[in-house]
């Protein structure tokens, strides 16, 4: 049997794998939105932690990331740095989101924001920014699993098929079975990625450079402005300290916010949970580590990618890796993208269906959930069909979404945390900061400093909201207002 | 220690991680020498602030269970 005969089939079993273990999980909640969306509100420490981790470690973390320290340096490191500062907010924040969530019935994040500051043209908003920020997100994820069956067939799977297989296989487990497929398939998922991840990063820099050390020694001596912040730019020219800090920090701002992400506070079982998955959440960072390794190793060898984010499997192929390690390797990098990406397109589907049409349209509870299924399919074959026509570097399409996810963090803190924020002073500042984001994403070159749109947007964004807030003269309660439809506010038990 | 110092600190050491992974603060250490446990020194210093923020959530977390009961 040939060596990508075998990795096939090792991809095979992990498919298949993921398959059974989504549409099991599936038949264990009830048949409304809650169970749906927010599982019940079940999940506990296991689950939690794999489902952040999974969801935070996209097909960007096993692609992007080593093609970034292959190609711009240390420029990657930002990427380890931002996981751990974005996460901490969660701490503070998780509970507190669950709490509401539990006495007013919230399964999104919008739901809480205009619980506080009752709108619908805000929670519009909300679902329109998500959206065009799941949308790059998605077609990202699955441009890599494209990527990964196509590198490592040898070309016998064309990208459109290798991306449309996995995606088959997400599409209709989270059709099926809602978010708590989405939870067990991270954690088998979960477990896959991290396995790969350590057992490639020790293992190829030992193989070339003989350890580490030696490899980094190498990289010293022959390619110094690799190694010095803030590393380069895709031109490979050095990078600005404003685009470098600025990247991070919008990253860090965003991370907890990702509605996707925010969402499953609403899914845990008590508060307690939440705070655990934080504080082990630095554990997951670490599984970078090794990723970004493999990167560096790519920098001194002989023969070069496609593009850079082909430099992990380019690797694994051209070392003579055994076929059982290459596929291994395969199926940690689909677990990557696929666990986000069912996290993305599940909360997709649930944020256009609550926070953009519910709050205009009664649509029934069962009616709901039929909708929502329907969008799964139609905004995976959107994003399918854009991510195969228009194929862009991976970073580039995360980058972007950022700025706009970093837009919706005032309102969210200003809602939990702020009690003189008023309506108009929260739509005031997420559409100011929305529209400076979109300028300056679409003209980079007028950024001051090199300072990433999404900064420059929060900057407008609070200050609006800050200012509008003061001089409203409409007070805005500081109660909360429950979701109307009083299917949300009950969670029927378990069967 | 009680939980209110444990939050205290953490909050603390994420402020001065924030200010260390961040132009100026990482500054001192952006170059690449000396390697540390086979990694460069913005690498490893990274990595290190990883360890930290680990260790101190571990902290507020074990605190808060202490008093929960």
Known sequence: MEAWQIVTGVVGVYLAAALAVGLLAGRRVTHGVAGYVAADRQFGLLSMYFVVGGTVFSAFAFLGGPGWAYSRGVAALYILSYGVLGILPWYFLGPRAAALGRSHGYVTQAQLVTGRFPSRLLSVLFALLTIAAFVPYIMLQMSGAGIVFNAVTAGYVPFWLGAALAYGVVVIYVLFGGVSAVGWTNVFQGVVMMAAAWILGIYIPNLLYGGVGPMFERIMAERPELLTLPGLDAAGQPWSWGAYSSTLLSSAIGLAIWPHLFMKAFTARSDATIRRTVVLFPTFQLFLVPLLLVGFAGVLFHTAPPSADFILPHMILETGMPALVVGLFCAGALAASMSTGDALLHGAASIAIEDGIAPFVRIEERRRRFLMQLLVLSIGGLAYWLAVIEQRSLVWLLVSAYGIIDQLAPPVYAAIYWKRATTRGVLAGLIGGSVVSIFFFLNPALRPWDIHEGILGLIVNVALLVNVSRLDRRRAAAGWTPVESSAHATVEPVS | ?69
Request: charged share 15%; hydrophobic share 55%.
């Open chain 2, 1 to 69: 220690m009680t939980h209110r110092t444990a939050v205290r600190l953490g909050i603390g050491t994420f402020a001065l991680y924030t200010f260390v992974v961040h132009w100026p603060g990482v500054l001192p250490f952006s170059g690449p020498r000396p390697l540390v446990l086979g990694l460069p020194l913005n690498f490893f210093w990274v990595v290190l602030w990883i360890v930290l923020g680990l260790l101190v959530l571990l902290l507020m977390e074990s605190t808060r269970r202490r008093e929960d009961g």
